[in-house]
């Protein structure tokens, strides 16, 4: 696969949340009529949570590493820094225990909200291939965890962030 | 009367935060807001005495603490309009 085609695209509504401090599923209305329903996870200001995506890396992947969009805004800020954390977990052939806890090596991204509450911007985070995306190949089923990282005091956005979407590219 | 305990500081803060409105258009960082939830309880703390003195002598003799503060606040929502 060429460097900057899509490997994968989830919507919010495809996150599935971890059995403890997960993002809210929410609802946004658009301001059409009738109001269009935007689907979000909403990840607080105050305290570090979390929301899950899983895939399987398709065969066409060449080796080149990924790039992660994030597509998010605020749900009230017009200014300040989030902080997104991504990592992958791989669940190798005959290899992974997923009853065994896996440490999530976060890679992460710090990006300015939107100018006003209601847009959305895409925060990119990339991963080389290998052990920085915890070895996920060709044909592994995978975890791909999404966090904020709110407790950063590097992360000055007041209020929620609202994940949209997510597109998974080969660098 | 004391200030509030920085952890329920921070919990004020916390809660503030998710109950924002979508499309508020927030301009201040969180370090900011915080700054403004101390200000907010440090006034409170330093005008207790005075808002007790300005209440009518039988409300102020009778009311519990609580009771003068659920006042305050039924007065601050219908004034401006919050919930």
């Given at each position: 696969?060429a460097?900057?085609?899509?490997?994968?695209?989830?919507?919010a509504?495809d996150?599935?949340p971890?059995?403890?401090t997960?993002?809210?599923?929410?609802r946004?209305?658009?301001?059409s009529t009738?109001?269009?329903?935007f689907?979000?996870?909403?990840?607080?200001?105050?305290?570090?949570?979390?929301?899950?995506?899983?895939?399987i890396i398709?065969q066409?992947?060449?080796?080149?590493?990924?790039?992660?969009?994030?597509?998010?805004?605020?749900?009230?800020a017009?200014?300040?820094?989030?902080?997104?954390?991504?990592?992958?977990?791989?669940?190798?052939?005959d290899a992974?225990?997923?009853?065994?806890?896996?440490?999530y090596?976060?890679?992460?991204?710090t990006?300015?909200?939107p100018?006003?509450?209601g847009?959305?911007?895409?925060a990119?985070?990339?991963?080389?291939?290998?052990?920085d995306?915890?070895?996920?190949g060709?044909?592994?089923?995978?975890?791909?965890?999404?966090?904020?990282?709110?407790?950063n005091?590097?992360?000055?956005?007041?209020g929620?962030?609202?994940?949209?979407?997510l597109?998974?590219?080969?660098? | 009367?004391?200030?509030l305990?920085?952890?329920?500081?921070?919990?004020?803060?916390?809660?503030?935060?998710?109950?924002?409105?979508s499309?508020?258009?927030?301009?201040?960082t969180?370090?900011?807001?915080?700054d403004?939830?101390?200000?907010?309880?440090?006034?409170?703390?330093?005008?207790?005495?005075?808002?007790?003195?300005?209440?009518?002598l039988?409300?102020?003799?009778?009311?519990?603490?609580?009771q003068k503060?659920?006042?305050l606040?039924?007065?601050?929502r219908?004034?401006?309009?919050?919930?």
């Amino acid at each position: 696969m060429a460097s900057g085609n899509t490997l994968y695209v989830w919507d919010a509504t495809d996150g599935i949340p971890p059995a403890t401090t997960p993002a809210g599923l929410d609802r946004r209305a658009g301001g059409s009529t009738p109001g269009e329903s935007f689907i979000v996870y909403d990840f607080d200001a105050a305290a570090d949570e979390f929301v899950d995506f899983r895939g399987i890396i398709p065969q066409n992947y060449a080796g080149g590493g990924f790039t992660l969009r994030i597509w998010w805004g605020a749900t009230s800020a017009t200014s300040g820094n989030t902080i997104w954390n991504a990592a992958f977990r791989a669940i190798e052939d005959d290899a992974e225990d997923i009853d065994a806890a896996h440490t999530y090596d976060f890679n992460a991204v710090t990006d300015a909200a939107p100018s006003l509450s209601g847009e959305y911007t895409a925060a990119v985070i990339t991963f080389t291939d290998g052990a920085d995306a915890d070895n996920t190949g060709v044909g592994d089923p995978f975890i791909l965890r999404i966090a904020r990282d709110a407790n950063n005091a590097s992360d000055t956005m007041t209020g929620d962030a609202e994940l949209l979407a997510l597109e998974l590219r080969e660098t | 009367m004391a200030i509030l305990p920085d952890a329920d500081r921070q919990a004020v803060w916390a809660d503030f935060m998710r109950a924002l409105e979508s499309g508020a258009n927030i301009t201040v960082t969180k370090t900011e807001l915080r700054d403004a939830i101390n200000a907010a309880d440090d006034w409170i703390d330093l005008n207790a005495a005075s808002y007790n003195l300005a209440l009518p002598l039988p409300v102020r003799t009778s009311f519990t603490a609580k009771q003068k503060a659920k006042l305050l606040m039924w007065v601050i929502r219908r004034r401006f309009e919050v919930t």
